[in-house]
């Protein structure tokens, strides 16, 4: 487990990283180092624990879309 506290992740997470770590298991990585590797994975790719604002967001700003929108619809004009 990490270093932090146990509550600071959904159970989601936990089921992730105790299959992961299954997983690690099973091709003859040591538990301790399963458990490192499977948490370290959940880390990455959900940002870390169940905080507000944690992760990254897949969405983008309305700035964002409205430019992108803009540039392919004047792409074929010139």
Same mark, same amino acid.
């Given at each position: 487990?990490?270093?932090?506290? +146990? ?7 936990? %089921?992730? &990283? ?15 180092? &399963?458990?490192?590797?499977?948490? &370290? ?7 870390? @624990? +169940?905080?507000?604002?944690? @992760? ?15 540039? %392919?619809?004047? &792409?074929?004009? +010139?």
């Amino acid at each position: 487990m990490p270093q932090g506290d +146990k509550s600071a992740y959904t159970d989601k997470q936990k %089921r992730k &990283a105790e299959h992961i770590e299954e997983g690690y298991e099973k091709r003859g990585i040591s538990k301790d180092e &399963a458990e490192r590797r499977a948490w &370290a994975t959940v880390n990455k790719q959900e940002g870390g @624990g +169940k905080e507000s604002g944690s @992760g990254r967001s897949n969405s983008r700003s309305e700035a964002a879309k409205k430019g992108w929108q803009t540039r %392919r619809s004047n &792409a074929g004009k +010139k």
